[in-house]
């Protein structure tokens, strides 16, 4: 089945738009893919008080806006956020989509997540070895979400035959205080929505748009999207994570999380 798409992106976001007409050109998608005006949080008429900041809310307003304009078309739905970087191997997604079609009842197909907390080691480890599989075969795996506490919807498919039961669970829920992408993951979490992520990730966030977002950052949240990025089917994993080292140079930790960390490095490093 066909799938068509949408990037979300406020007026005033110019550079950011540049950036995905940019991609999307290149890879010759620029067909399948629309831009969908960002809705602000204070637009006119909107009927809403929930506790949270107007940027999260109006990601809550925009994302389930495109789902429910979709709700009677007879493909699947592919939302980007515009501070996403696209990989061409984003072209095989209809041939993999179509596979997964026949094996599973697939509710969302990520193509990146973010981590917090981060994976275990061996949930960890299964990412490492997609990626080093794809190294050798070309082919992308897709990994089941309920057990990874996973955030950010940068990029995610919904199921044609899903978006009702999708929408029917997002709608209004802006009300419960919580993002959008953690509502969602705990409905995955919670066995509600049956999700997958492709490894390695086929999209992630472009450095160059999303400064001003990541300059933000904490440096926890700054490392675990170090961490995020280096899962990218185009990363420097070492260059991440030197990024990483510098970042968390000075940082003082009790000698007992220093072991538990080495203790975690010692379990990659053996598992078969």
């Not at 956020?81 to 596979?99: F, G, N, R, V």
Request: with cysteine.
């Amino acid at each position: 089945m066909k799938y068509e798409g949408f990037y979300i992106n406020l007026d005033r976001s110019t550079a950011r738009n540049t950036s995905m007409v940019s991609q999307l050109n290149a890879l010759e998608l620029n067909d399948i893919y629309s831009r969908f005006n960002a809705m602000e949080a204070s637009y006119e008429g909107n009927p809403t008080n929930a506790p949270m900041k107007n940027g999260e809310l109006g990601c809550w307003l925009s994302h389930v806006e495109i789902i429910k304009q979709h709700l009677n078309k007879d493909t699947h739905l592919h939302i980007l956020e515009d501070d996403a970087l696209l990989h061409p191997m984003l072209s095989t997604m209809p041939s993999l989509i179509d596979w997964l079609d026949e094996k599973v009842d697939w509710d969302i197909i990520y193509t990146d997540v973010y981590f917090h907390p981060p994976p275990s080691p061996e949930q960890f480890y299964r990412f490492i070895v997609a990626s080093d599989q794809f190294k050798k075969h070309k082919k992308l795996e897709l990994i089941p979400l309920e057990s990874f506490n996973v955030t950010g919807t940068t990029s995610y498919f919904i199921n044609n035959k899903s978006l009702k039961k999708v929408y029917g669970l997002l709608n209004k829920q802006w009300e419960s205080g919580k993002t959008f992408d953690i509502f969602i993951a705990n409905l995955i979490k919670s066995k509600q929505l049956n999700a997958f992520v492709t490894a390695p990730f086929i999209t992630s966030i472009c450095p160059e748009v999303s400064g001003s977002t990541i300059s933000s950052y904490g440096d926890n949240t700054t490392t675990l999207d170090l961490l995020r990025r280096s899962l990218f089917l185009d990363a420097s994993p070492e260059q991440l994570y030197q990024e990483a080292l510098a970042i968390n140079k000075d940082q003082v930790v009790d000698p007992r999380i220093s072991l538990y960390a080495q203790s975690v490095k010692t379990v990659l490093g053996n598992i078969k």
